[in-house]
């Protein structure tokens, strides 16, 4: 497909497991970013790829949040001893250009997580 | 301090009249971009619009356009013709300059609520 797309779209895990989501951008953009979304909010950013660069991380709410992208493309979100307020949205958006304010960005569907 | 406000958090309209979404926006950067997202309740965000902060002219797609007034610092969504399917959420973002980190920032949201 042509847009963004991520998996799984629904995950639930219980308290204290592990989970991975994945984001696979649009074919060829450079940019690629991680937003969390918690209900009736606006999302808020977590981190930003340029290629494999991760180049700013400054939004990951604690050491359990690792996100990689080492080949520049797929890009995958881990989140260490899940807790219950980690329950959110998760977005990834991918763009085309390095970071010019003009870049527009293309979100996937979403990764809702639910933490029991 | 909040860099990007929606202050409606819900608006009605009825089918096929206009409606005004509101955003104003804090930057101190001359080089930003401004950014209408939809998201209806499937979840994904489904770009609108964009407006340059060195754009002349008011930004305009199909049904959408967007009231940029630079001094008051808004950038408010205007929806002509609203139809059933135009009901979701409606985000206003900002990309600041180079100078400043790559990400979207995100206002609060307004859920527009079209009426038969």
């Known amino acids: 497909g042509a847009g963004v797309s991520q998996s799984p779209r629904y995950k639930v895990a219980k308290r204290g497991q592990d989970v991975a989501l994945r984001c696979d951008p649009i074919?060829?953009?450079?940019?690629l970013f991680w937003y969390q979304q918690a209900l009736g909010q606006g999302p808020e950013f977590l981190t930003y790829f340029q290629n494999e660069a991760q180049l700013d991380k400054s939004g990951l709410p604690s050491d359990r949040f690792f996100a990689e992208r080492p080949e520049g493309s797929v890009s995958t979100l881990k989140i260490q001893r899940t807790q219950q307020e980690d329950s959110a949205v998760y977005l990834c958006?991918?763009?085309?250009?390095?970071?010019?304010?003009?870049?527009?960005?293309?979100f996937g569907p979403g990764t809702r997580l639910t933490v029991l | 301090a909040q860099k990007i406000t929606q202050t409606q958090p819900g608006m009605f309209v009825q089918e096929k009249e206009a409606v005004t979404l509101d955003c104003t926006y804090d930057t101190s950067d001359p080089s930003y971009g401004l950014f209408w997202y939809k998201q209806p309740s499937s979840g994904e965000m489904i770009f609108l619009i964009y407006?340059?902060?060195?754009?002349?002219q008011n930004a305009t797609e199909g049904r959408y356009s967007l009231n940029f007034q630079k001094a008051r610092k808004s950038a408010n969504l205007v929806i002509s013709a609203s139809q059933l399917g135009d009901s979701a959420m409606y985000f206003c973002?900002?990309?600041?300059?180079?100078?400043?980190?790559?990400?979207?920032?995100f206002g609060p949201g307004t859920r527009l609520s079209v009426l038969p």
């Open positions: 074919s060829g953009h450079v940019s």
């Open positions: 958006a991918s763009s085309l250009a390095r970071g010019k304010s003009t870049d527009t960005q293309y």
């Open positions: 407006q340059g902060s060195y754009d002349q």
């Open positions: 973002a900002m990309r600041e300059g180079p100078n400043y980190g790559q990400n979207f920032v």
